[in-house]
């Protein structure tokens, strides 16, 4: 075996179904009473239901999360949290909310408890991502790792099936670049298999039944797993690009991802082929073709396959070519303008990757 390094994050993690009874048993070890709640005005009502489980004992409810972490919004969130007096952050929502929360307790050190309701994986890693001025920049600091993860599969039997698979999408794709991440280990190929394969098993359950409590288990286990790969690993081509994507054109981050998914995949294929028997072996009727698999799976999740139905314009198709190649970063195959052109024209087309 190649040497490798692998380095755990510290998270105190409790994984069922109804384990958001758990919370007030989880602050009080802490020694924690004056939790602030955090959600979007989307899921005020979830929150609303955590300060009655604490029976009232909260410092405050915030309920303004915002996609992208704009700064603004966060020091409203911290004049809040500083005039109630709270003494942590307890996050309930997907990454929106989690970003917010971490936003707080880097900011204050305040204990970050984080209760995930979608499959993004934010809440197991120490990156941060903050719009100010139109622009987001992303920082990576273990201080930003929440310091408790709640999953609760209760919580996901609302998830729109829509963002379900999207969502479920998007957690493969941080496996699938951990898979072949020039810091990549055994332990956390370990992670993305098995991630890989629970998301892929439980996705197409879940749009036939959105309710199947073995199937929402099984993702948000895989979600969990492929969360683990983002905080350890570093990303590539597929990140970076829907990063410029979602940043440049505003369009939104799970479904993003889950149509540019294949063609990164594709355009990186020739130089990880142990990466692709990898994930052909844990994408149910792959043949032996990791892009086939995903293919099938996009197929039956039924979702959004090119970037001009989320609306992106054509003519941002050199506009985003530019972005993508104009700072280096690492990937396995190197990242030439012309052919990430093509892959973003296609990407955008809705054609098949290759
Ligand atoms: P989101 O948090 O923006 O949620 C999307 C919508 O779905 C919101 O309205 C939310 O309230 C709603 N929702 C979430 N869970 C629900 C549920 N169970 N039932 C009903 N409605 C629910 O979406 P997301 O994709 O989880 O997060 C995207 C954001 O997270 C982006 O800003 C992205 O950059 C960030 N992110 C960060 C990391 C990281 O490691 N820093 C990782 C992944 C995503």
Request: glycine content about 8%; aromatic content about 4%; charged content about 20%.
């Amino acid at each position: 075996m190649d040497a490798f390094e692998y380095n755990a994050n510290p998270a105190s993690v409790v994984f069922g179904s109804g384990t958001i009874a758990k919370l007030p048993e989880v602050l009080s070890k802490l020694k924690l009473s004056r939790p602030l709640l955090l959600s979007t005005p989307h899921q005020k009502q979830q929150a609303e239901d955590v300060k009655q489980l604490l029976q009232g004992k909260v410092a405050g409810l915030f309920s303004e999360a915002t996609m992208h972490t704009p700064v603004d919004v966060t020091e409203r969130a911290l004049e809040f949290a500083k005039s109630t007096g709270a003494d942590s952050v307890v996050s309930i929502g997907g990454g929106s909310t989690i970003g917010l929360g971490k936003a707080i307790s880097i900011r204050t050190g305040l204990h970050h408890v984080a209760i995930p309701t979608t499959y993004a994986g934010s809440e197991v890693t120490p990156i941060l991502g903050e719009t100010a001025d139109g622009l987001k920049q992303t920082r990576s600091d273990p201080a930003i790792l929440p310091g408790t993860v709640i999953y609760d599969i209760n919580l996901t039997l609302t998830l729109p099936v829509a963002l379900t698979a999207t969502s479920g999408v998007n957690a493969i794709a941080h496996a699938v670049e951990a898979l072949y991440a020039q810091n990549s280990n055994p332990i956390i190929n370990m992670f993305a298999e098995k991630g890989v394969k629970a998301l892929a098993s439980a996705l197409p359950q879940l749009i036939k039944n959105p309710t199947s409590q073995s199937a929402r288990s099984s993702a948000l286990y895989g979600a969990w797993l492929c969360g683990v790969c983002l905080g350890n690993v570093g990303m590539s081509l597929h990140h970076k690009l829907c990063h410029t994507l979602g940043g440049s054109f505003n369009l939104p981050h799970a479904e993003t991802h889950t149509i540019v998914l294949p063609h990164a995949l594709a355009y990186n294929a020739p130089k990880v082929p142990g990466a692709m028997n990898a994930l052909a072996e844990a994408l149910p009727e792959s043949n032996g073709d990791a892009v086939a698999g995903l293919n099938v799976l996009l197929t039956k999740l039924k979702v959004e396959r090119g970037l001009k139905g989320l609306g992106m314009k054509e003519s941002d198709i050199d506009k985003a070519a530019d972005i993508a190649v104009s700072k280096p970063y690492w990937n396995p195959r190197d990242v030439e303008r012309a052919a990430i052109r093509e892959l973003i024209r296609r990407a955008w087309a809705g054609e098949e990757a290759r």
